[in-house]
């Protein structure tokens, strides 16, 4: 089924219009510096670990073709505010997404609770 590029993907009910608020604009952070030596202290005990554990079993690792399996590269996983119900109905009608699992989390001090939305490309 072919889409229109024009058109979104995924339409959703629009709310009500907002003017713009005016006044001056906030500045951007710059993110932090992550220099190589501290990635390096940082990641190198995990992927040496990795690799010890891939040199250990490697006749119990495989890699399968199974279309059903839930590999992380096949997924997209959306935190949705509130109902998910519209949400749901708007992703259903986007071809080769299919939901796949929601979970409802405990917000902190959210009025409306957050979702889950985990869906197989």
Request: overall charge neutral; proline content about 12%; glycine content about 6%.
């Amino acid at each position: 089924m072919a889409s229109d590029p024009n058109k979104p993907l995924l339409r959703l009910a629009s709310g009500p219009e907002k003017d713009r608020p005016v006044g001056q604009p906030r500045p951007i952070p710059q993110p932090t510096a992550f220099p190589q030596g501290r990635q390096v202290g940082a990641f190198s005990p995990k992927f040496a670990r990795l690799a010890e554990m891939l040199e250990r079993n490697a006749s119990s690792i495989e890699l399968r073709a199974d279309p059903s399996a839930l590999a992380p590269e096949r997924l997209l996983v959306f935190e949705v505010k509130g109902a998910i119900g519209q949400f749901a109905a708007a992703i259903r009608r986007v071809p080769g997404l299919e939901l796949i699992d929601e979970e409802e989390l405990i917000g902190d001090d959210d009025k409306a609770p957050v979702a889950i939305c985990c869906f197989r490309t």
